[in-house]
């Protein structure tokens, strides 16, 4: 009997100590995250974290883009070294968004098919797993 009470107390233990999902970081602190984890490609991203660095390489591009053509006319190296720059850590920032739900990593090869886009759209989009996953950091 001693040793169910302590099986039990371990139990009860282990589910006070489940996940809690952090709470939504703000645009600059979203981008100097996802900066600071260049190449890191484990733990989860949040909803927030994902979409305002996203949305910073978007305005990013198209005023790269603007500069280029009329600086040199077409798509000239500004929009290249920008694109070269944040490539890397828009598919960690990916690779631990898709952790957040439960989804490995490699689940972004799917953007090379037509119908593996609305499917890696729809695991970014949703609200990650509230309880711990296989992704979680300890």
Known sequence: TGYLITIKIALVMRI??????????SFNEAIA??????FDFSG?????????????IFLLSIVTMILDISLFGNYGPLYTIVTLGTIIP?????????????KSG???????????IFVVLYWLIRKGDDNENEYTQN
């Open 33 to 38: 995250t996802c900066f600071r984890k260049y």
């Open 106 to 116: 490699w689940w972004q090869l799917l953007y090379l098919t037509i119908i593996g």
């Open 44 to 56: 989860r991203a949040r909803r927030s974290e994902y979409w305002y660095f996203y949305l910073f």
């Open 16 to 25: 006070q100590e489940m996940y809690t999902p952090q709470s939504p970081l």
């Open 90 to 102: 828009l598919i960690s920032a990916t690779t631990r968004r898709l952790h957040d739900s439960g």
